[in-house]
């Protein structure tokens, strides 16, 4: 009786060790859906949406890379809204693309904190706007003052040739929290109808992509899910278990000795034999993409360009332009990532070391 519930409280200590993990692992995906318009929480622009094509506007959902936008032929608005708040850069491609008579509308841009109240309502043409944040903007000569107080500007624009980009302070302008506000549904609707424009919502900065898209970026079958999901960790986990649980079933447990328990820190001693697996079963490609991304993601998060993983091009662009440094490092980490191809061991231990120096810099 007494070895019985000895292996249950096993179990039971492994189940709980296994969920802590789980839950300190997990990614979180909430935050991401922040401005989608397939959002209907507070911080969702589900009720905009609605509101737009009740007024009769066509708008459509774009889940589709920005690049793929200069196969349209007709002038577009694309309205993006960020869930990180980020700089108000453009790329080298998005300045292009302005130019040839396009919009580009994007909320939530990072900006200093002024002496303003955090609650105000601004005046506008179409009604008063509620705005909920202290961050102006500073406008030079060549920006123009949409929306704004005596502290600053709250949405500005800026001419690029035959187009224009409209930053805004506050990601939240017309979001499903100010229902209440008819005057900010129809600012952010006045901002994003310019003449004959087709107007999109970028989906895409959310996570949702169209099938094609996910065939062409290898999301498209089953591994490649699971190996972009927690559920790979999941299944290691599992393993783990069956053969705590195959060990506690066969182990005959005699008279209990008292012995010396020394300290054990779990979660290094499931990293560690997570990394003696992989080593030993020579998957450093597993290695090499998983920690890729994370790297990758880390470094766009310190150069204000959200948690959607980007094009290697448009991440080395960025990098020159804010860091002002050689990107040919950064080039061969990424084509290594994107090679999924075996490396030695040197090879990755120089790798890694390599990431640690690019957040080095990003961190001075």
């Not at 096993?10 to 979180?28: C, D, F, M, N, R």
């Amino acid at each position: 009786m007494k070895g019985s519930n000895r292996r249950l409280w096993l179990v039971g200590l492994v189940l709980g060790v296994i969920l802590i993990l789980t839950l300190i692992a997990a990614p979180s995906s909430n935050k991401i859906n922040s401005g989608s318009t397939y959002g209907r929480a507070p911080d969702g622009y589900g009720a905009w949406y609605t509101f737009m094509q009740e007024q009769g506007i066509t708008i459509q959902r774009w889940q589709k890379p920005f690049q793929d936008l200069t196969a349209k032929k007709r002038p577009v608005t694309l309205l993006q809204v960020r869930s990180y708040l980020g700089f108000p850069y453009l790329s080298p491609k998005q300045e292009e693309w302005l130019k040839t008579g396009n919009n580009l509308v994007i909320l939530g841009v990072r900006q200093g904190v002024s002496n303003a109240k955090f609650s105000t309502m601004q005046q506008s043409a179409v009604g008063d706007v509620k705005i909920d944040t202290r961050r102006r903007r500073e406008i030079d000569s060549q920006e123009k003052v949409k929306l704004g107080d005596r502290f600053g500007a709250v949405v500005w624009q800026k001419k690029y040739g035959k187009g224009k980009v409209t930053f805004a302070t506050t990601p939240h302008l017309a979001a499903n929290a100010y229902q209440d506000y008819p005057g900010n549904f129809k600012y952010l609707a006045n901002l994003v109808n310019h003449q004959n424009n087709l107007i999109l919502v970028d989906e895409y900065i959310h996570g949702y992509k169209d099938q094609d898209v996910r065939q062409r970026e290898g999301q498209g079958n089953l591994f490649s899910y699971l190996g972009q999901t927690p559920l790979f960790s999941m299944l290691i986990q599992i393993c783990v278990l069956l053969l705590v649980l195959v060990w506690a079933r066969n182990h005959r447990l005699g008279k209990s000795v008292n012995l010396s328990t020394p300290v054990v820190d779990n979660s290094a001693a499931y990293i560690q034999a997570l990394a003696a697996v992989l080593q030993k079963a020579e998957s450093s490609d597993f290695v090499v993409e998983m920690l890729g991304k994370e790297e990758q993601l880390r470094l766009q998060t310190a150069l204000g360009l959200g948690k959607i993983p980007l094009e290697r091009h448009t991440l080395v662009q960025e990098w020159k332009q804010q860091t002002g440094k050689d990107s040919t490092e950064l080039e061969e980490l990424l084509k290594i990532q994107a090679q999924k191809s075996r490396i030695g061991e040197k090879q990755l231990v120089d790798w890694l070391i390599k990431w640690r120096s690019l957040r080095q810099i990003m961190s001075k």
